[in-house]
């Protein structure tokens, strides 16, 4: 699996450096940075800009990239010992998962699940996550209903996050949590709304039609986060 840019690179080397196998340089850099990847003792390949961007599929790879072990996904038991879960259904694009993912790192989110998305694209992900996903366990199931009806049995108050839902100013979260949140263009199903316990929604002062998913997920994590 390969990884590229500057500060998902770094960050694997700081945080999950037994992932890494080999680092790819296609330019000269500061000594501080190349003494991060040199302390590997692991391979320093050095390429030319051309292969260099075909490695990286023709992303901005900045000039440094990472070959580093696949990114495994956990277990649905392992999330369970937890009390801080985002159920992400739905959700397609990559630069929402990456921020909501590092949104969720940064805000106390202890595990996160992946639904209805049957090949989410980790590679992709570690990238526009910033490199948070090394460090956030995950699993992907297919069916959210199923593991709605999971998480009430071990426990968790089950949040939804739609524009219709109360003011989420009102509510006093539960020690254990789960957030659901559904996808760009549809929101969450209608399956999942009328069983969550809550349905929770950001009060705007103008009027608008909504906020992207990954910036109302900050938001309601943040509250969560901050009244828990």
Known sequence: MIIYGKQVVLYAIKHCSEKIQQIYLAKEWDKHTFRQCANLNKPIIRLDPKKAQALAKGGNHQGILAEIAPILPCRFDELKQYSRILVLCGISDVGNLGAIFRSAYCLGVEGIIITQIQNPKLESIARTSSGAIFS??????NNPLDVLNELKLAGFECYGADMRGE??????????????????????????????DKILSIKMRNGFDSLNVSVAAGIVMAYLDSNT
């Open 136 to 141: 956030l366990p995950f699993c992907i199931i």
């Open 167 to 196: 003011n989420i100013a009102h509510l006093k979260p539960a020690q254990k949590w789960s957030l659901f949140l559904g996808n760009e263009s549809e929101g969450l199903m209608t399956k999942i709304s009328k069983k969550v």
